[in-house]
């Protein structure tokens, strides 16, 4: 990463140059302005090193926000396993279509959302499967919130 903002902020810095030397170039008669030649191509290198260092700057959060995101999304994708690792070693809910799906916000201080999609046949079991999502988040995050999706559909059978 930091190869390519050096050689970024490397050709900037030649653009700038380049630009500064072919305007001092094209001056080779003196300016019948009351204004010195130097003062007349200074603003515009100015202005254009300022346009430069703005964009830059555009980048470079712009590439931050992308990988605070990338960070989230592992993260989410973490605890999304730990919990679905969660859910096949608990024998009573072997055979069941449960699914944790996970989303972690991309600013800090938002909890993360679990949402538990899946069917169970009993209440017991229902409750034994949120709360192993409870416990196991809370093993990996403080902050999370259980949004429960389940059914309870009392005559649906166990897959072998």
């Known amino acids: 990463m930091n190869s390519t903002r050096t050689r970024t902020f490397s050709s900037v810095l030649i653009a700038v140059a380049w630009g500064a030397n072919s305007h001092a170039w094209a ?3 003196p300016s019948p302005s009351l204004s010195p030649p130097a003062a007349e191509g200074g603003g515009a290198t100015i202005a254009a090193v300022v346009v430069i260092v703005g964009l830059l700057m555009v980048i470079g959060v712009v590439v931050k926000l992308f990988d605070l995101k990338q960070r989230r999304e592992s993260e ?6 730990q919990l679905s690792d969660a859910l096949l070693r608990e024998t009573t809910l072997a055979g069941l279509p449960l699914t944790p799906t996970v989303h972690v916000p991309v600013w800090k201080g938002t909890p993360a959302t679990i949402e538990v999609v899946g069917r169970v046949p009993t209440p017991e079991l229902k409750d034994t499967v949120l709360r ?3 416990d196991e988040a809370a093993r990996i995050r403080s902050d999370v919130q259980i ?8 005559t ?5």
């Open 156 to 160: 649906m059978t166990r897959a072998a």
């Open 76 to 81: 989410a994708v973490q605890l999304q396993a």
């Open 132 to 134: 192993i999502m409870r």
């Open 147 to 154: 949004e429960d999706r389940l059914s309870v559909v009392p």
């Open 27 to 29: 001056q080779t008669a």
